[in-house]
């Protein structure tokens, strides 16, 4: 296992495959400049940047994530900044410069993190071109107030890097095949291509497939789980394929969250709302469509987006593959329909038409980087005045991302009323029955998911979010 620090190749030999990347540089390398927080990519204050080969190896993608949910197999062939990166031994970076001039650090924990974010905003990283805001989301601070940070924000300008030593080193570490490895009697592998990977789930059914690491990385950190067989699968190029056609969207299950960002908005500007706040950053930089999916939590918030617009899933295995409604993928709590060596290899996406009404809200505590209370997600067909279908799912109300089947059948066929939304959003009551939890009591949740079936409505009428959100505010 190999990997490019500043330039220069670093080997680890044996380790643990759930050695996280922060773990790593604190206690070997000792470049404790990068900061453990939250040890579950929350803070940011250990925010680093990776960089891999673009499809034509004329180039480096660089990225921030979060180094302590990152394990260290999933640096294989790739490049890493960090901290230490910028600046001299005697001298500070130009936006360390800006960051103390500005007074925009004051206990300095968190100021690493927040130096690495900007930084790749500078350099163009992916989803930088994001507002400051956005890009900062994932970056918490206890002192500042983030006026300071901010306002040295819109002070930067763009800096170009050269890149060339850093695309011929990685040319001359990149990976031709399936590279394993092994810490005394557990195993770990990173396949290229997707033949590859159900070949190892055909030997190694029971094995853990990792791709973004944001929620099996607390797994290891908070839970101290051993995972066993590990299968990490960021490097499989046909897990993160794109294709828009005017029929729809097909994602590879790879795909991470700001690289489907753009695809999103243009499939519908309220998927790409949602996707904006699914996590920060490196949280987005980081974790998988796919992985969102094939976990089966019943409070991620791409599934019940998906099941809304009617997305298909397709499972592979080493005996071919097989689609079915993404809805019928979820079948319990913890329980998938994923049989022994199968894997999602993608999803397809309908492109809603020209006069569908979509509508996708998230609800949480906080608006950035928050799981949510409860996601909702609908998408009606209205003609003539009449809703002629309709689909609505939620996450947050059951064991699984799940359809509102009776407020499906009551909008069905019904005129586009006020009245009609008002009896569909009473029947939510016999679809769910919710749990009361630390992010939202069951009659909470059942009052919010009515609500926003009203908030469709509203918005369909030319009422703002912003305004419904001050009126619910103002009681």
């Avoid at 220069?8 to 495959?17: F, K, Q, S």
């Avoid at 195993?187 to 290229?192: A, E, H, I, Q, T």
């Avoid at 329980?335 to 609800?363: C, M, N, T, W």
Wanted: net charge negative.
């Amino acid at each position: 296992m190999r990997f490019l620090l500043d330039g220069a190749v670093v080997e680890p030999g044996e380790i643990a495959p759930t050695t996280t990347v922060l773990e790593y540089l604190r206690t070997v390398l000792r470049r404790t400049g990068t900061m453990e927080g939250c040890a579950e990519g929350d803070c940011g204050a250990c925010t680093v940047l990776v960089g891999e080969l673009q499809t034509d190896c004329n180039g480096i993608a660089w990225r921030s994530v979060n180094a302590c949910i990152l394990f260290l197999p999933m640096l294989h062939g790739k490049a890493l900044l960090t901290v230490e990166s910028l600046g001299k031994p005697d001298a500070l970076d130009p936006l360390q410069e800006l960051m103390a001039a500005n007074g925009s650090s004051q206990c300095g924990f968190c100021t690493p993190g927040f130096v690495m974010s900007l930084h790749g905003r500078r350099i163009g990283a992916a989803g930088h071109d994001l507002p400051a805001v956005d890009v900062l989301a994932g970056n918490l601070c206890r002192c500042t107030g983030y006026g300071p940070i901010l306002d040295a924000a819109d002070k930067l300008g763009p800096v170009a890097r050269d890149d060339s030593a850093t695309v011929a080193a990685l040319r001359s570490i990149e990976p031709a095949e399936t590279v394993a490895g092994r810490f005394g009697e557990q195993r770990w592998y990173v396949p290229r291509t997707n033949a590859a990977l159900a070949d190892l789930l055909a030997q190694h059914p029971d094995a853990r497939i990792v791709a973004g690491a944001t929620d099996v990385g607390l797994w290891v950190t908070k839970g101290l789980r051993d995972l066993g067989t590990v299968i990490f699968i960021g490097d499989i190029g046909e897990l993160r394929a794109i294709e828009e056609t005017p029929a729809g969207l097909t994602i590879g299950a790879g795909v991470r969250y700001a690289q489907a960002h753009a695809a999103f908005v243009r499939l519908h500007p309220a998927l790409g709302e949602l996707t904006r706040r699914i996590g920060g950053l490196q949280v987005r930089n980081s974790a998988t469509i796919g992985g969102n999916v094939a976990n089966g939590s019943p409070i991620g918030d791409g599934p019940p987006a998906l099941i809304a617009l009617g997305a298909t899933l397709t499972l592979r295995g080493a005996a071919g593959t097989r689609s079915m409604p993404i809805e019928d993928y979820f079948l319990d709590y913890g329980k998938q329909d994923l049989r022994a060596g199968e894997f999602v290899e993608r999803i397809y996406v309908p492109r809603p038409g020209p006069d569908d009404i979509v509508h996708i809200s998230k609800l949480s505590r906080r608006f950035d980087s928050d799981i949510s209370a409860v996601c909702g997600a609908f998408k009606l067909a209205v003609r003539d005045g009449r809703i002629v279908s309709a689909s609505v799912a939620f996450g947050g109300m059951a064991a699984t991302p799940r359809r509102a089947t009776a407020c499906e059948a009551a909008l069905t066929d019904a005129p586009f009323t006020l009245a009609s939304i008002e009896r569909a959003a009473a029947a939510l009551r016999t679809d769910y029955a919710p749990l009361s939890d630390v992010r939202g009591s069951a009659d909470y949740r059942l009052k919010a998911a009515a609500n926003l079936l009203l908030r469709l409505w509203h918005e369909a009428q030319g009422v703002s979010a912003s305004l419904l959100a001050l009126e619910a505010t103002d009681g």
